[in-house]
């Protein structure tokens, strides 16, 4: 198949075209370079530089090249920030989908794999099913389900086919360090440790100690990022091969605290951390049910905590040994 992934030049975009490629498929990059990285675009993938927001970008791509799968990675994803600029984030999440989606009609293209977040369950508690109500507590968990339903919408009245995939906290790199997380200002957990325990950074500030959880501090569902591109690799095939239209989680099906996390980044290498306020937006639990993707697609989750946290070190130490 040949597949146009938006934002592919980003740090899970990037991941996603790396297991395309290994799973014996083409890809096809557009991304305008904001936040993303020429770095990071596969050698073999095809690369256009431009913005879905621009409808002449993605003509320029469907003209010139047939198309079986779209892969979207191209949103603003931090929640502090889209609590101040949420204007700026409905412009970028909903609007570069809609263009997108109109673009795909025109050009006759059917099939969509989106990339959702769990920011839509809101104040979740316990594990999140596909089926449980969406109540987003920010500007970035509303405008990914905005995001949600305009595909759902377009599906119905145009035809297309679409695997939605609500994802949760991603870290890791790819397992030849060749791609990772590239960025220095970073919000992350495990990157944000990481960078701590490398001296990047003077200390770790763990937001909240008084969350109705175990420790006090939030729950999350942590997953490497090769696990989570290879299951767009899955969706995608899922689509091609006649699969009905879905949303499907993809976690873990376990959590673990931010105090949990930091602990066992210290436990394999001496980290530095304190107790912070609060920030606005953050919800105390939220651990993914992938019982769906597992039915649908096989995919299981194959890295543990431990395995995301030393790949995103290893990363991490060979940027900061490049000249």
Same mark, same amino acid.
């Given at each position: ?181 590239? *960025?220095?200002?970073?919000? =992350?957990?495990?990157?944000?440790? &990481? ?5 990047? +950074? $003077? /200390? @770790? ?92 697609? *096989?995919?299981?989750?194959? =890295?543990?905590?431990?395995?995301? &946290? ?5 990363? +991490? $130490? /060979? @940027?900061?040994?490049?000249?």
């Amino acid at each position: 198949m040949r597949v146009l992934v938006v934002g592919g030049a980003g740090y899970i975009g990037s991941h996603a075209v790396y297991e395309l490629i290994r799973d014996g498929h083409e890809a096809v990059v557009l991304d305008n370079l904001s936040s993303g990285y020429m770095d990071l675009v596969h050698p073999q993938a095809v690369f256009y530089k431009g913005d879905t927001r621009h409808a002449k970008d993605l003509d320029l791509v469907f003209d010139n090249e047939p198309i079986d799968v779209v892969m979207h990675f191209a949103a603003k994803i931090v929640v502090p920030e889209s609590m101040k600029e949420p204007l700026e984030y409905y412009h970028n999440n909903v609007e570069g989908v809609r263009v997108l989606l109109a673009a795909m009609k025109k050009h006759r293209v059917k099939n969509i794999v989106f990339s959702s977040t769990a920011a839509v369950y809101g104040e979740a508690t316990g594990i999140c099913q596909e089926e449980d109500e969406t109540k987003p507590i920010n500007p970035y968990g509303e405008t990914k389900l905005a995001c949600e339903k305009m595909i759902e919408w377009a599906s119905l009245a145009h035809g297309f086919n679409h695997v939605i995939f609500r994802y949760f906290n991603v870290a890791g790199a790819d397992a030849s360090l060749e791609i990772g997380l590239m *960025k220095d200002q970073l919000t =992350h957990l495990i990157p944000v440790a &990481i960078q701590t325990v490398l001296g990047i +950074r $003077e /200390k @770790l500030t763990i937001y909240g100690d008084d969350y109705p959880t175990k420790d006090g501090t939030c729950i999350r569902d942590y997953i490497h990022v090769s696990d989570l591109a290879y299951a767009h690799v899955l969706g995608a095939r899922y689509l091609l091969e006649g699969g009905k239209s879905q949303t499907m989680n993809l976690g873990s099906n376990q959590g673990y605290s931010v105090l949990e996390v930091a602990q066992t980044v210290h436990q394999i290498a001496p980290l530095k951390y304190d107790i912070g306020p609060r920030r606005e937006g953050d919800p105390a639990t939220l651990i993914a049910s992938n019982d769906r993707a597992r039915q649908h697609l *096989k995919w299981v989750p194959e =890295h543990t905590l431990e395995d995301i &946290i030393k790949s995103d070190m290893a990363f +991490r $130490e /060979k @940027l900061n040994r490049k000249p």
